[in-house]
């Protein structure tokens, strides 16, 4: 098995991993905010505010894996 | 005419393609939707002048953005009046929600940076949007796309730097790095203590410059692929239209594009905090 091979067989694996774990994450985090809206409505913007830049910096590490993968998909010509 | 017609289509070619020839941006194997340059220097291959515009595309972009907001903004503020007409309002709402944003985080002494993030915002919410207009790409996204995002995160980490020896002084800054070691157990650990925070300090411009990175390049590649697949949908007709299968991405990416401004904003804003928190009530 050649390095093309590997890389092609090993990249969307590797980016799927990744996005099983901010999924995880994300799922946790807006669970989270989804409860404190719900004990608490006239906090919501700021929860809301938060939760959405949460899931920016959890996505931020699937996103990472993202651009490993753009330049290694280069590689394999 | 079929020049013209393969210098627009061929400008989308992956690794999959049949591969032209013609185009030789493809070298990354990323989708990519053409814009104005690409379809320049399709239309004239090897002209010194099509591959010079089509080697500076990102700066020519960025150019373009920063030239409409400053004309913007300039004719907002021409004959500013007390009651505001409708573009200075709209201005004045931005602004001030910009101030009121940065002041929570960083208090209200905080306010002399809004300057500097405010526009920071404006500017990475217009390029990340502009490469949504049919014949324009964004800046930040594509394959270069990544020069554009380490400028600014390279400037937001030399102001935070520069903004932290201003306001604690030489000395304060390196305390600041060295964990502010008060008692013996934390001088002892200073050797511990200092690489990890200047390691910290500049991973902080990494991870900025790879997330606006990432997430806008994912957006453009979705959306070319998406219009090839909208493309091939109605191949058989060979007619060079097909169907707008990229409709919900184009959402999508107007979402992303917002949510990765205002995030960047917001580390940044935060970084400054963290730099300036130390001595505040001192």
């Known amino acids: 098995m050649d390095f093309r091979t590997a890389l092609s067989l090993a990249l969307p694996f590797g980016l799927a991993l990744a996005a099983i774990g901010s999924g995880i994450g994300l799922g946790k985090a807006v669970a989270a905010a989804m409860e404190a809206m719900g004990r608490q409505p006239e906090a919501a913007g700021k929860i809301q505010t938060g939760m959405i830049i949460g899931a920016a910096l959890i996505e931020a590490l699937t996103i990472y894996a993202l651009v490993a993968f753009f330049i290694l998909q280069g590689r394999i010509q | ?282």
Request: charged fraction near 10%; include cysteine; glycine fraction near 10%.
């Open chain 2, 1 to 282: 005419m079929t020049r013209l017609f393969h210098s627009i289509w061929v400008p989308l070619a992956t690794v999959a393609s049949s591969g032209d020839g013609h185009e030789p941006a493809a070298s990354s194997g990323a989708p990519e939707l053409p814009n104005i340059i690409t379809i320049l220097s399709g239309y004239f291959p090897g002209q010194t002048w099509a591959q010079f515009l089509h080697h500076w595309e990102n700066v020519i972009y960025a150019f373009i953005v920063a030239i409409g907001l400053s004309l913007l903004c300039f004719f907002a503020t021409r004959r500013a009046t007390m009651l505001p007409g409708r573009l200075q309002n709209l201005l004045e709402m931005a602004v001030e929600g910009l101030d009121n944003f940065i002041g929570g985080i960083l208090g209200p002494h905080g306010r002399r940076f809004t300057p500097f993030l405010g526009t920071l915002f404006l500017y990475i919410w217009c390029m990340n949007l502009f490469g949504l207009i049919p014949g324009m790409m964004s800046p930040t996204g594509g394959k270069n796309g990544i020069n554009t995002t380490i400028a600014l995160a390279v400037c937001v980490f030399f102001y935070v730097q520069y903004a932290g020896i201003r306001h604690m002084g030489v000395w304060g800054y390196i305390d600041h790095m060295m964990g502010t070691p008060r008692s013996v157990i934390q001088w002892v650990l200073v050797p511990l203590n200092l690489p990890i925070h200047l390691i910290g300090e500049l991973a902080k411009p990494m991870s900025l410059s790879l997330r606006l990175f990432g997430n806008i390049t994912g957006e453009d590649v979705l959306l070319a692929a998406f219009v090839m697949l909208g493309i091939s949908a109605t191949a058989f007709l060979h007619v060079p239209v097909g169907l707008p299968l990229h409709l919900p991405f184009i959402f999508l990416a107007l979402l992303t594009g917002t949510i990765q401004a205002l995030v960047f904003t917001l580390l940044s804003t935060v970084y400054f905090s963290m730099m300036l928190s130390e001595h505040e009530g001192h």
